[in-house]
């Protein structure tokens, strides 16, 4: 079934059970900064217009929806840091996160629309959508959230590690973000689990 036309809110009103949340991640790919998820519990009466897959927006347009969510819908937010990626690996630290942004939902779902292929344990019916934020609006609205909200944290970042261009990539492995490890090193944030990263310190531990 194809959804040119944008998310809906179908799959919600499929649920046997209520509330439904929507729950989507950011930050699984870059090299540095915590994987950051969010939770989002729709009111049906007060959608916002306009909310689609984050990665279809305009930085302004998703800054204005996130607004516009936290206003009428309930929000949790949950993160993993680089450290935690690095000991459990991307895709369970992306589940912790999952978890925490459900906790912190002001009241717990019934059952989770979840973006992906996994339907991780987060403390309530979860069900996996592929390609979910161009299908639920839940989904996509938290995709929003989970958005703004780690691009705002890596904005902060640069603020106190200006040097690395965190502001501009958000930690992805741009050429900017490799030219600056090379030349300041890797630091905390830094996903050292991560082949690019292992790679530069072992070059670093390695005699010359």
């Not at 915590?34 to 909310?51: K, Q, S």
């Not at 690996?89 to 779902?109: D, G, H, K, S, Y």
């Not at 344990?121 to 780690?150: N, P, Q, Y």
Request: charged share 25%; aromatic share 4%; proline share 7%.
């Amino acid at each position: 079934m194809s959804h040119a036309h944008g998310p809906d809110f179908s799959l919600e009103l499929a649920a046997d059970r209520a509330p439904v949340c929507g729950v989507d991640e950011a930050g699984r790919g870059p090299w540095a900064g915590p994987v950051v998820a969010a939770a989002v519990i729709l009111d049906p009466d007060a959608i916002p217009e306009g909310i689609n897959d984050s990665k279809k927006l305009t930085e302004a347009r998703r800054d204005a929806l996130a607004c516009d969510i936290r206003a009428s819908a309930l929000v949790g937010v949950g993160a993993a840091s680089a450290d935690e990626i690095d000991q459990l690996n991307i895709r369970q630290a992306t589940f912790l996160a999952m978890r925490r942004a459900v906790a912190a939902l002001p009241q717990p779902p019934a059952h989770a629309l979840v973006d992906g292929r996994d339907a991780p344990d987060i403390g309530c019916a979860c069900e996996a959508v592929i390609k979910g934020d161009g299908r639920s609006l839940s989904i996509a609205a938290a995709s929003i959230i989970a958005k703004t909200v780690r691009d705002r944290m890596m904005v902060e970042l640069d603020t106190t590690l200006p040097g690395y261009g965190f502001a501009r990539h958000k930690g992805y492995g741009t050429r900017a973000h490799r030219e600056a490890l090379a030349q300041l090193g890797v630091t905390p944030h830094h996903r050292r689990s991560y082949a690019p990263i292992r790679a530069i310190l072992q070059d670093a531990d390695s005699p010359s």
